[in-house]
């Protein structure tokens, strides 16, 4: 018997709600050091200090661990984005500049959450992957651009395909800042948006190749 009373290593010391959210942090911890596919039941058990039809209670398998983790990640990425973008009276420049910096914020505080959004997801959890948030983002990027590509006199239909090259500008160089973390994440941003903000500013109103074969 422990001191205060209770059976010795017991895990119904937690509540049931207590318990699935020590399963999910540690789920998340296991998720982004090995990924799904080397990822067993028998280790997040063991690391919560449970037996494994406790997580199998929980949810059903890592499968259900996993979808868990990942839409609790997505929802906290897309939900600093969406604020960084919320202010419809902010300048477009000055919008670029908050999305850049708040998806740099969540890969520096939130590190394990990227990792595992940007890993490959098992074939069965087809919704919630980082493919499918870029494009939610994305989407709100196009809403963007298209009012000022109809404000400057540009084609507003080009505004999806600007958008995608933007977003996967700074989802790509964020992947790469991960590891490297130099320069300071307020530098990296502040470099993403002289590139994209001063290309946007430039543009052709009939873009085409030098070599002739236009698309």
Known sequence: MAENGAPRGRSTRMSGKQRREQLVLVG?????????????VEEI???????????YEHFGGKEGLYAVVVDREVSALLGSLEE???DQRAH????????????????????????????????????GTFSSLLT????????????????????PKDAALYAQMLVGMVAYTGQWWLETRKPSKEIVAARMVNLSWFGLGALEKRPGLRGGANG
Request: aromatic fraction near 8%; glycine fraction near 4%.
């Open 92 to 127: 477009p420049r000055m919008l670029m500049e908050r999305a850049a910096l708040a998806f740099l914020t969540y890969i520096d505080e939130d590190e394990d959450g990227f990792r595992i959004l940007v890993r490959d997801s098992p074939v069965s959890h087809s919704v």
């Open 136 to 155: 939610d983002v994305a989407r709100r990027v196009e809403v963007i651009l298209g009012a000022q590509l109809r404000l400057h006199g540009y084609p």
């Open 45 to 55: 058990a063991a690391r919560a200090k449970v037996s494994k039809p406790i997580v």
């Open 84 to 86: 960084s973008l919320s």
């Open 28 to 40: 998340r911890r296991v998720f982004a050091e090995k990924g799904f596919d080397m990822t067993t």
